[in-house]
């Protein structure tokens, strides 16, 4: 299974907003976090545009809890400079992985995965240039974090991932995974469709295949 050169084109990016939020307590008991506001404006209006500033014109907003409000504020994202269409959950949340299983009709063979919460300032083409000529289906983007903002979950060295776990930290892991993914829909059409499964849980098994490039 090796990774698709998307055409020389920048792919579509599922974008995760289907969480509940609960972290946020109070803040989020009403609105979905993508529509707290930050300086003045709904979060994800500012992420659209940064995104659209990097070439990504074809946005997939994979939602559940709330996703009502963010369609009735994004709409079709023109005011943000991208093409923005939705996949649901529906009555069951079906997690990170799931919801990303879910959007594959929408997606085409390879495709970039961000969250929701993420303004990210790296570039985007390096990124998916070194997607393109890995051969590999899957590419994360790691973070020399050193547990100081949050645990560290990544063991990466000489440009490998040799260890990825978002629930258990290991001795040696001084990376933490930045929230911008690559993918080939192969990695994600081996689940059924409605499995409810974590996208860490399958990037953990990718790593443990040495199909996942970073």
């Not at 803040?27 to 709904?42: C, M, T």
């Amino acid at each position: 299974m090796s990774a698709p050169l998307c055409n020389n084109r920048v792919p579509a990016l599922a974008l995760l907003a289907g969480g509940f939020a609960t972290r946020l307590g109070s803040l989020a008991a009403r609105v979905p976090k993508s529509l707290l506001e930050v300086a003045g404006e709904p979060f994800i209006g500012h992420q659209l545009r940064r995104l659209a500033s990097q070439g990504v014109r074809d946005v997939v907003i994979c939602c559940g809890h709330f996703g009502e409000q963010i369609e009735s504020f994004v709409g079709k994202g023109s005011q943000f400079g991208c093409r923005v269409r939705y996949s649901r959950d529906g009555t069951t949340p079906l997690g990170t992985g799931g919801a990303i299983r879910k959007a594959l009709p929408l997606l085409g063979s390879c495709f970039g995965v961000m969250y929701g919460d993420s303004f990210l300032m790296t570039p985007f083409k390096p990124v998916l240039d070194a997607f393109s000529h890995c051969a590999k289906p899957a590419l994360i983007t790691v973070f020399a974090n050193a547990n100081r903002w949050d645990k560290s979950n990544v063991l990466f060295e000489d440009g490998i991932v040799l260890r990825y776990d978002k629930w258990r930290a290991e001795p040696g892991m001084r990376h933490i995974d930045y929230g911008l993914s690559f993918f080939s829909a192969a990695v994600f059409q081996q689940r059924a469709e409605g499995e409810v499964f974590d996208l860490a849980d399958l990037q953990r098994q990718l790593v443990e295949e040495g199909k996942m490039a970073a």
